[in-house]
């Protein structure tokens, strides 16, 4: 059987990484990686994908920025910069178990060269598809998501943007949800 090249919400997680309040103001355009990571969060609500997030050493860093915990299921702190450990897959497997599968994690982060990436090359050395939201990700230095951004695509993962994220899990116009999820993607 060929492997499907489009991202199902029906098999879906989301994984959001450390959006936290003394990282993000160090983050290159940290204001719209957040309002990306929101907007999937909020999409993911719509169309009943399980939210996930990472907080890297929260007592230092602080917790996820606002909104975006009021959309999340869960919140998985770490110290580790890798964020696909026993935790996470606690996490994902709960969300299995209630669902059937969520075999494909749609994954968004801060740095994106430090914890996403190891998040997302850990996720993918466990067999999961990895599909990386390019403009929900930030690190300080452009240069250095992009760098992150080129060797996940090397390492097999999918590289997407937020809106194709939308409307693969939509799959059609007249899906029930459709016109809440155009709303949201009209607001961002």
Known sequence: MTRPLRMRAAESALVLIDYQERLMPAIHDGDAVLARAVFLAKVARELDVPVIATAQNPARLGPNLAPLPDYLDETVEKMTF??????????????????????????????????????????????????????????????DRDAALDRLRVAGAGIVTAEMVAFEWLQTAAHPRFKAVSALVKAL
Do not use: F, K, M
Not at 114 to 142: I, K, N, Y
């Open 82 to 143: 890798a964020g696909c450990g026993p935790d996470l897959d606690a996490a994902l497997t709960r969300r299995d178990a209630s669902r059937g599968s969520t075999a494909e994690i749609v994954i968004g982060g801060c740095e994106a060269h430090v914890c996403l990436l190891q998040s997302a090359l850990g996720l993918l050395e466990a067999g999961r598809r990895v599909w990386v939201v390019a403009d929900a990700c930030g690190s300080r230095r452009t240069t």
